[in-house]
């Protein structure tokens, strides 16, 4: 299933949302049961459309959140595009370059954020429709994960302390192919 859920803690100054993602993450990493993007590719942009989402949720109004992350030459990612909906709807998008891709698979396996983005930007967008002007955010990409990088944007742009896990990868499914699967867990103090 996909779902995000709102906690918050009693007694304590601790609210967030969790997020599970399955069918809407396996149908846009690999849309009619075939592997659109590399793995370390797929898992960026899995993370991307589960921060989206988690946003997204958090909005008092009807709209959309777009996260984007412009990726550097340093980097094989030159493009994370995750176009999430407040009333749920999600999908995303990545460019990258094989050969600078191959490059850094040779150094690690599993690349994280600022390996596959390079000293890039990441910016959320906030669209609240036709008749209102959008609003954009924008940081440097910064950590090991997207996570760290969503981390940080929230601490620059918009000064709110925020704590976001997430965590993206295949599942064997019994009896059939694998199939993406992501979780994590966001923080507002």
Partial sequence: TDQVTVFQLDGEPVRGRAIQLSDALDAALRPGGESRYPEAVARLLGDAMMTGALVAQSLKFDGRLV??????????????????????????????????????????RSPGASTLLGAGTFSMTIDQGPDMDQYQGLAEIKGASLAESAEHYFAQ???????????????????GQPAWRGGGISRLS
């Fill in 67 to 108: 996260v984007q992350c412009h990726g550097t030459n340093e980097g094989a990612v030159s493009l994370l595009v995750a176009d999430c909906t407040t009333d749920g709807h999600i999908r995303g998008y990545a460019r990258w370059d094989d050969a600078q891709l191959t490059n850094i698979l040779l150094d690690s």
């Fill in 157 to 175: 742009s918009e000064q709110i302390p925020t704590c976001m896990k997430l965590a993206c990868g295949q599942v064997q499914v019994p009896g």
